[in-house]
């Protein structure tokens, strides 16, 4: 049992301690919907969605390699870029303006709290991690072809 005057230290993190989140690396990102529920079934939202993490991408000067918004998740291969923002600034913007579309249809909150991240190693690393994201439609069986999904596609190239 903790005292008051104990410190509590979380032990399984999910960042690493010391590492420099806002240096010039690339990350796969995921990123959950609350309860793991099919918002993004819903085609209008999906482009919202998109829409807003377009737009935070050219206000925070970040670079967004690839993306695909599932139904009840998100993936993207993020990068600093010109920008100063932290991985967690730019996550949390775009959970923020994202969450903020979601309210024309809903209440409430659209994502669950905090996102996984994957630093990418290599060129290799980088090449897998999209062809994972741009597939992932095709693996759900949502779509024949990753072009078929219209949720998902690369922007900045490397």
């Given at each position: 049992?903790?005292?008051?005057?104990?410190?509590?230290?979380?032990?399984?993190?999910?960042?690493?301690?010391?590492?420099?989140?806002?240096?010039?690396?690339?990350?796969?990102?995921?990123?959950?919907?609350?309860?793991?529920?099919?918002?993004?079934?819903?085609?209008?939202?999906?482009?919202?969605?998109?829409?807003?993490?377009?737009?935070?991408?050219?206000?925070?000067?970040?670079?967004?390699?690839?993306?695909?918004?599932?139904?009840?998740?998100?993936?993207?291969?993020?990068?600093?870029?010109?920008?100063?923002?932290?991985?967690?600034?730019?996550?949390?913007?775009?959970?923020?303006?994202?969450?903020?579309?979601?309210?024309?249809?809903?209440?409430?909150?659209?994502?669950?709290?905090?996102?996984?991240?994957?630093?990418?190693?290599?060129?290799?690393?980088?090449?897998?991690?999209?062809?994972?994201?741009?597939?992932?439609?095709?693996?759900?069986?949502l779509a024949e072809r990753?072009?078929?999904?219209?949720?998902?596609?690369?922007?900045?190239?490397?």
């Amino acid at each position: 049992m903790l005292m008051e005057t104990d410190n509590y230290v979380r032990k399984n993190t999910l960042r690493l301690k010391g590492f420099d989140y806002s240096s010039k690396r690339i990350y796969f990102v995921t990123t959950v919907a609350k309860d793991r529920l099919n918002f993004f079934l819903n085609h209008q939202l999906s482009y919202a969605v998109l829409d807003s993490l377009f737009e935070l991408r050219i206000q925070y000067q970040f670079n967004l390699y690839c993306y695909c918004l599932m139904p009840n998740h998100f993936h993207g291969l993020i990068g600093a870029g010109a920008s100063e923002k932290t991985l967690g600034d730019i996550v949390g913007g775009f959970k923020s303006c994202s969450t903020k579309v979601f309210w024309r249809w809903h209440g409430g909150k659209l994502w669950q709290p905090r996102f996984n991240d994957h630093i990418i190693r290599n060129e290799q690393d980088f090449q897998e991690t999209m062809n994972y994201i741009l597939q992932n439609p095709v693996r759900k069986g949502l779509a024949e072809r990753p072009e078929d999904w219209p949720f998902s596609g690369t922007l900045d190239a490397l």
